[in-house]
T-cell receptor, first 109, second 115 residues
């Protein structure tokens, strides 16, 4: 079955620095969604990518979908303390989301 | 408007007992999903409903788990003969319709602890 892997598992970032987290699927995805979960909270939808090679930006966040639609990345620039949380990618299989294990982001002031 | 709500927020039960977890989706959302999240892991799909019917229950781990959505709104996840391994946060989500790429809105979850 479909498997979604995320790396790194943990990301320690100095405030103001940039970082990237990666998502890889064992199968071609119809689309991919990204969610953010704050400590003690629930997943909150960030964005979905549908087209091969698609790039979308949300302020300091840049999301990319690979040409083969099997991988995706999230790049955050000028990290802020509000970026703390776990970022999940989720492959969409006919409405059923297959989540990766997430990248837990810790920001050092 | 109101988001997805789940009750109870916490549930502690003894091994072997029966529990029911409730989910109230966003009004008008036809699709409803149940996930289970263990510490340090992403949500794991259990089941989803389109309207009243279970469209896909392939994620239910075994026959001790069952979910219903009799009127196409509120859903209840039922777990029989609970085991310690069932301890996790059970998340419910809803979306406007069942479709590829539809944004899912998650509730706060029910933390189930089986002692």
């Amino acid at each position: 079955g479909q498997q979604v892997m995320q790396i790194p598992q943990y990301q320690h970032v100095q405030e103001g620095e940039d970082f990237t987290t990666y998502c890889n699927s064992s199968t071609t995805l119809s689309n991919i969604q990204w969610y953010k979960q704050r400590p003690g909270g629930h997943p909150v939808f960030l964005i979905q990518l549908v087209k091969s090679g698609e790039v979308k930006k949300q302020k300091r966040l840049t999301f990319q979908f690979g040409e083969a639609k099997k991988n995706s990345s999230l790049h955050i620039t000028a990290t802020q303390t509000t970026d703390v949380g776990t970022y999940f990618c989720a492959g969409d299989s006919w409405g059923k989301l297959q989540f990766g294990a997430g990248t837990q982001v810790v920001v050092t002031p | 408007g109101a988001g997805v709500s789940q009750t109870p927020s916490n549930k502690v039960t003894e091994k072997g007992k029966y529990v029911e977890l409730r989910c109230d989706p966003i009004s008008g959302h036809t699709a409803l999903y149940w996930y289970r999240q263990s510490l340090g892991q992403g949500p794991e799909f259990l089941i989803y409903f389109q309207g009243t019917g279970a469209a896909d229950d392939s994620g239910l781990p075994n026959d001790r788990f069952f979910a219903v959505r009799p009127e196409g709104s509120v859903s209840t996840l039922k777990i029989q003969r609970t085991e310690r391994g069932d301890s996790a946060v059970y998340l419910c989500a809803s979306s406007l319709k069942w479709d590829i790429g539809d944004e899912q809105y998650f509730g706060p979850g029910t933390r189930l602890t089986v002692t």
